[in-house]
């Protein structure tokens, strides 16, 4: 394959990266290869170690992020794996609204005291600055899911990297086509592959990348070493479908990021939202709306054309109140509904919305 992609747009390594070489009778799709062992005495000789369809989904996220890229069984299968670099005693800081799962894997590992965690607002830098004494990792997060706050990546990866900490950022809100942290001076990236990446909520995969540095060098061949050791492989099936989703990513998220910036600017006016979270790009949006959880209830069980449902990034856009899981961190507001925007028709989109809002508008 034809790794040189140097100076394309994101548009162009979406499309042409990860192809088969330029060969006549070739397809022009990466194969989907069902084979668990190979013939002895080339690259990889069993299917764990090494796979051709993950090879290209690989190429085409690493050539997107700008570093080198493993594909996981799920974005928490990537996260675990990040989380093992950070050895026993180790400290972390992470953001107190991470995502729910990282959250969860972060309180286990405290629980077997395997790690001490400091929990900051990672919008503060200040705060985030201040955690960083003595620590060994920064798993930073941005925009948050569901919050939407905003760290300043660049300042607080410089921070952590003064300390000797590694840099690591969860891309998965703000994906490599608006933001590439390893270029703003973080070591590792992890994605779940299975939100705008593949993009039509039919897999569960995930992924890292890791900076081309030396130390992203080692700790690229300490991911991979987990991922050969401990399983956390990913279906070359899954791998895919995410790299046939990829390739439309910019136009899906072109089209639900200008949905979601029309939305947001509607929704600020509309008199049964208290407040609308959107950091001004992207294609989330969280309200919190009137009438408590039941109103946001109510709201996300009206809906016709949004469904409600959790996760985010597909075509279709989800609606759903987040503190109806208990994992979720409990300073994320009860009437706090997250909006996941999709490609739809806007006025479409809006019609529905503003239908079902009205149930908690106070005129109501
Ligand atoms: C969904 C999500 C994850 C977890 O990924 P899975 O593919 O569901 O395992 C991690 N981080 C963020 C920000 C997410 O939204």
């Given at each position: ?21 330029r ?12 084979s ?45 794996a ?24 972060l309180?286990?590992?405290?629980k ?37 706050e ?44 299975t ?6 909520s039919d ?39 995410a ?11 072109e ?18 939202v ?50 109806r ?40």
């Amino acid at each position: 394959m034809d790794a040189n992609h140097e100076g394309l747009a994101p548009a162009s390594i979406l499309v042409a990266a990860g192809r088969q070489p330029r060969v006549p009778g070739a397809g022009v799709n990466a194969p989907l290869e069902l084979s668990s062992t190979y013939i002895a005495d080339g690259p990889v000789n069993y299917a764990r170690g090494g796979n051709p369809t993950w090879t290209a989904f690989e190429e085409v996220l690493g050539a997107l992020e700008g570093g080198s890229a493993l594909v996981f069984s799920s974005g928490m299968a990537a996260i675990a794996a990040a989380l093992s670099l950070a050895s026993g005693g180790s400290v972390i800081v992470a953001p107190t609204h991470a995502y729910s799962g990282t959250g969860l894997i972060l309180n286990s590992l405290e629980k077997a005291r395997r790690v001490i965690v400091r929990r900051v607002d990672i919008s503060d830098t200040a705060a985030v600055i201040a955690a960083l004494e003595g620590a060994n990792l920064l798993w930073a997060e941005s925009p948050t899911n569901p919050m939407l706050e905003i760290a300043d990546l660049p300042r607080i990866f410089e921070a952590a990297h003064s300390v000797g900490a590694i840099a690591l950022c969860d891309n998965t809100f703000a994906t490599p086509l608006v933001q590439q942290p390893l270029s703003m001076g973080a070591d590792v990236v992890v994605h779940s592959v299975t939100k705008y990446l593949a993009g039509h909520s039919d897999v569960v995969l995930g992924a890292t990348v890791t900076a081309h540095t030396d130390r992203g060098r080692k700790i690229q061949s300490a991911l991979a070493q987990h991922r050969l050791i401990h399983g956390a492989i990913a279906g070359p099936m899954e791998t895919w479908l995410a790299l046939r989703g990829m390739r439309t990513m910019h136009l899906r998220v072109e089209r639900s990021s200008a949905n979601a910036a029309e939305l947001a600017a509607r929704l600020q006016i509309h008199p049964g939202v208290e407040r609308v979270r959107y950091p001004g790009f992207g294609s989330i949006i969280a309200i919190d709306v009137h009438g408590g959880s039941a109103g946001a209830e109510t709201v996300a069980a009206q809906v016709r054309l949004w469904t409600h449902a959790t996760s985010l990034g597909g075509v279709e856009s989800l609606i759903e109140r987040r503190r109806r899981h208990s994992s979720e961190a409990s300073t994320v507001p009860d009437n706090l509904l997250r909006l996941s925007v999709g490609v739809e028709d806007i006025e479409d989109l809006w019609r529905d919305l503003a239908a079902a809002l009205t149930h908690v508008s106070p005129s109501h």
